[in-house]
């Protein structure tokens, strides 16, 4: 069996996505601060995560056109199996993604409007937690996909 450092990857970034979405309550988290925030700081939140959303979404765009145009003349110069190339687009796409989310400018952090000391407690807690879960989401994947490629290889 060939042995795909770029599937490995690619594994990783799967893993540490499903793990995110399917084991970490974002909805508990969330109620709890939406619980201790005002109308106002309400709306504030609200605004900050659509412009996350919105940044994570063109990130994965421009990600995957960037992989396809990679694939495309890479495909030119060599050969490449159905395998590789999935693997190629879920790299590139996901590695394109993070660096555009983390060097885009955002609005300050919803802490910095926040005025009671439960609702920044509850933000620090949302906070905390989301960061530790993607942490050790990609930990999980590294170690998953380590272990899964060492049995086949």
Same mark, same amino acid.
């Given at each position: ?63 995957? #056109?960037?992989?396809? #145009?990679a694939l495309y003349l ?45 609702a920044r407690m509850a ?31």
């Amino acid at each position: 069996m060939v042995c795909y450092m770029t599937c490995s990857i690619s594994l990783v970034f799967l893993f540490s996505m499903l793990y995110m979405v399917l084991m970490v309550d974002t909805k508990g988290l969330t109620q709890n601060l939406l619980s201790k925030l005002t109308p106002g700081e309400t709306e504030k939140y609200m605004l900050i995560v659509s412009e996350r959303k919105r940044l994570y979404l063109h990130g994965f765009a421009l990600g995957f #056109i960037i992989s396809m #145009i990679a694939l495309y003349l890479m495909k030119s110069n060599t050969k490449m199996t159905s395998t590789f190339m999935l693997c190629s687009t879920v790299v590139i796409s996901y590695t394109v993604m993070y660096f555009y989310y983390t060097l885009s400018t955002k609005q300050d952090l919803l802490v910095v409007h926040l005025d009671n000391y439960e609702a920044r407690m509850a933000w620090m807690e949302y906070y905390k937690t989301m960061k530790n879960s993607y942490h050790m989401s990609m930990l999980l994947g590294v170690v998953f996909v380590a272990l899964f490629s060492h049995s086949l290889c």
